[in-house]
């Protein structure tokens, strides 16, 4: 099956500068992949996605990459907020089943005013 | 609409006992499926269902059961909850959970202590 990989487990950043998290795939039939932000005691959301016949995605100050040949995403925030603080978790799922995801370990981002 | 809601919010439950977690969605979505979440790990799947009357194990399925008699609902039952399934339980929905233009929605969860 799918595994997926996300580093760093933790993240600090002054406000204002940037936040980079990476995953890795294993499973080639992938072509989905959704980023999910969750505050403390609140349910996943999803924030940005990335298909497979697209390399990169912007969404104001989020933006996703996409490396299917190293199977390798990455989101990265710019311009950060306190209120991006929150866990980020990375996800992928083959085109069959977009709902039967597989999630990273998440990472933990804290933006200090 | 509600969207997807879970009931009931916190559980504690003895090891050993049974109970069933509820989730209802109202956007008329085919797909559910049912998530936990331990600490400083991400979503497992357990159990989802591509519609009425039809469900399949996920990752970590042992110790559940689900069924989907109708559309709206898809209940998780534990049939004998064991400390190792004390966790964050997390519904979600997405209309066929067959197209990559499609957005999960995720219920606000439940908490399940078993001690």
């Known amino acids: 099956g799918e595994n997926v990989e996300q580093h760093p487990s933790t993240l600090s950043v002054q406000e204002g500068d940037s936040a980079v998290i990476k995953c890795t795939y294993s499973d080639s039939a992938s072509n989905y992949f959704p980023w999910y932000k969750q505050e403390l005691g609140k349910r996943p959301q999803l924030i940005i996605d990335?298909?497979?016949?697209?390399g990169e995605k912007k969404d104001q100050r989020i933006a996703v990459t996409l490396n299917k040949t190293a199977k390798h995403f990455s989101l990265h925030i710019t311009e950060t907020q306190p209120e991006d603080s929150a866990v980020y978790f990375c996800a992928a799922s083959a085109f069959t089943n977009a709902g039967k995801s597989t999630f990273g370990d998440g990472t933990t981002l804290t933006v200090k005013p | 609409n509600a969207g997807v809601t879970q009931t009931p919010k916190f559980q504690v439950l003895k090891t050993g006992q049974s109970m069933t977690l509820q989730c209802a969605q109202d956007m008329n979505h085919e797909y559910m499926s049912w998530y936990r979440q331990d600490p400083g790990m991400g979503l497992r799947l357990i159990h989802y269902?591509?519609?009425?009357?039809?469900?399949d194990q996920g990752e970590v399925p042992n110790g559940y059961n689900v069924s989907r008699s109708t559309t709206e609902d898809f209940p998780l039952r534990l049939l004998s909850a064991a400390p190792s399934q004390t966790s964050v339980y997390f519904c979600?929905?997405?209309?066929?959970?067959?197209?990559?233009?499609?957005?999960?929605?995720f219920g606000p969860g439940t908490r399940l202590l078993v001690l």
């Open positions: 979600a929905s997405s209309p066929t959970g067959q197209s990559l233009q499609e957005t999960q929605y």
């Open positions: 990335i298909r497979s016949n697209v």
């Open positions: 269902s591509v519609g009425a009357g039809i469900t």
